[in-house]
């Protein structure tokens, strides 16, 4: 089939496009290659993926109506896997308007170009951030997420809404993928994993939030994209015994499912922290600090809805993925 995948350039759309390149699929990937980050590991990333003879990356930004618009008429996408977005909890309470253009704008134009060119189904990001304020754990689908606490959460939660309006309106079978703190190798730069291997390499401290007080559901990259690849198949349909009364918030009348992407087998932050020391064979210097704005204390995936659809459950610890990710680091960096 040929793939859209957008933000082919980042951590998660690199790693996909591999997989669906490996499995005989043609990928068409965009990424409008910006700064958030640093552009080299994304340039990077795509020369890896241009190795393979049916890949095809064009430059484009989400927001540019026009460009997606041609984008979609041009190349008749089957299946379009839509990750690209500004990414960032912390980067959106300084700079809204970016996740406005991307998130908010950059969606519309996907859901445009999948609802006019009959794509025959719509994968997209979400977040567990969308869970906010709940403190139940682990957070359910069935759950409300009406509390959002960063401007990132709420556009994430709103191109959920976004995708059933045009699921109920338009037929068109879309899937929400609310991911789980995703690490591994080709990882962004401004997640703890990248950040404190980087820091303790150097000798600098590392910032422990809370006090090192916090839980997060960390999941293996290899493992979100098996979920991803595998769900790319199961399209979404409609239900007309389904009602708001009665049934998952996860589920619809209309062809739309949102799922938890993670590995339900959260872990403090301490203890991600020791098993980076042991993989890196350094000790950690940590500068204690109170908890920021948009965190949240902990976060917990219920995930058996996915592990029922599609007969997969993640296979890698927390100790085999960072060693992973140092290995690639300590390779890619020369340290």
């Not at 484009?60 to 839509?82: G, K, N, P």
């Not at 291997?197 to 150097?202: E, G, W």
């Not at 020391?277 to 948009?294: T, Y």
Request: charged share 20%; proline share 4%.
């Amino acid at each position: 089939m040929i793939f859209l995948v957008t933000g082919v350039a980042g951590f998660i759309g690199f790693h996909v496009s591999q997989s669906l390149l490996n499995l005989g699929h043609k990928v068409v990937g965009i990424d409008n290659l910006n700064d958030y980050y640093d552009v080299h590991l994304k340039q990077a990333r795509l020369e890896q993926i241009a190795k393979n003879p049916d890949f095809t990356f064009i430059k484009m930004d989400l927001a540019d109506r026009q460009a997606i618009s041609s984008l979609f008429s041009e190349y008749q996408f089957e299946r379009v896997i839509h990750l690209g977005a500004q990414a960032g909890v912390r980067y959106s309470i300084d700079n809204p308007h970016a996740y406005a253009d991307s998130n908010l704008i950059g969606h519309l134009n996907i859901l445009e170009g999948c609802r006019h060119n009959k794509v025959g189904h719509l994968l997209y990001a979400s977040s567990s951030s969308v869970y906010g304020l709940n403190s139940k754990m682990p957070f359910s689908t069935d759950d409300s997420v009406d509390h959002p606490i960063s401007l990132y959460a709420a556009t994430k939660k709103a191109n959920e809404l976004m995708s059933h309006t045009y699921s109920h309106l338009y037929k068109l079978p879309t899937t929400g993928l609310r991911f789980f703190t995703v690490y591994g190798p080709w990882g962004r730069p401004d997640m703890a994993l990248f950040k404190f291997t980087r820091a303790m390499l150097a000798g600098d401290k590392i910032d422990v939030y809370n006090n090192g007080k916090m839980m997060r559901d960390f999941t293996y990259i290899s493992d979100i994209v098996e979920s991803i690849v595998r769900l790319q198949n199961v399209i979404p349909q409609s239900d007309s015994s389904w009602t708001v009364e009665m049934g998952s918030a996860a589920n619809s009348s209309a062809p739309y499912r949102v799922y938890n992407i993670g590995n339900s087998q959260p872990v403090s932050l301490l203890t991600y922290i020791e098993a980076l020391e042991r993989s890196l064979g350094v000790v950690a210097h940590k500068n204690m600090l109170p908890m920021q704005p948009g965190d949240v204390l902990g976060t917990s995936a219920d995930t058996q809805p996915l592990y029922d659809t599609i007969n997969f459950r993640p296979k890698i610890t927390i100790h085999e993925g960072i060693q992973k990710f140092v290995d690639w680091y300590r390779e890619f960096y020369n340290k």
